[in-house]
């Protein structure tokens, strides 16, 4: 389910470079990222990549006492706090998640465990703004923007 499909040349964890937090480490404090993040050891902290391509996998073993900002992000493991994956979010069946999922697109094995809340978030939109006319009128932006709406 989470490995790499017959045909499928895009593995999100082959693309960019990897940092691994291996078993037995134990990271403290917040942790700023690009590219990809796999968990086999602790972090205490917030984990946070502005990366749109950024993927955090917290392996079978490993855990994160903290809130997760990434992407995407796959978890085997156990986390400690919230969860605001702007893509997907994947649960594997060992997941264990003691806080809120905030996700665009959603994936759970059975078995996954999770204390908390699911919160369906739309992708960001890019919104029309009506600009106000040079002369600084507000009464002419009201009309454009009444004939926007129209």
């Known amino acids: 389910m989470f490995g790499i499909k017959n045909g499928d040349n895009q593995s999100p964890f082959s693309q960019a470079a990897t940092t691994l937090i291996a078993p037995g480490t134990e990271v403290e404090g ?3 990222f690009k590219g990809n993040l796999e968990i086999e050891g602790t972090i205490k902290g ?3 990549s502005e990366d749109e391509n950024s993927h955090v996998r917290v392996l079978n073993g490993g855990s994160v ?4 900002w990434v992407a995407t992000v796959v978890v085997n493991g156990h986390v400690d706090g919230d969860i605001y994956a702007s893509k997907q979010a994947k ?4 997941a264990v998640v003691e806080g ?5 697109l959603i994936e759970i094995e059975k078995g996954a465990h999770v204390v908390g809340s699911f919160v369906h978030e739309q992708p960001q939109q890019q919104t029309n703004v009506t600009a106000f006319p ?5 009464d ?3 009309d454009l923007a009444k004939k926007a709406e129209k």
Do not use: F, T, V
């Open 46 to 48: 917030n984990i946070l």
């Open 65 to 68: 006492q903290g809130e997760i």
């Open 140 to 142: 002419k932006a009201d």
């Open 134 to 138: 040079a002369d600084g009128r507000i």
């Open 91 to 94: 649960l594997a069946s060992k």
């Open 30 to 32: 917040d942790l700023n």
């Open 100 to 104: 809120n999922i905030h996700y665009n």
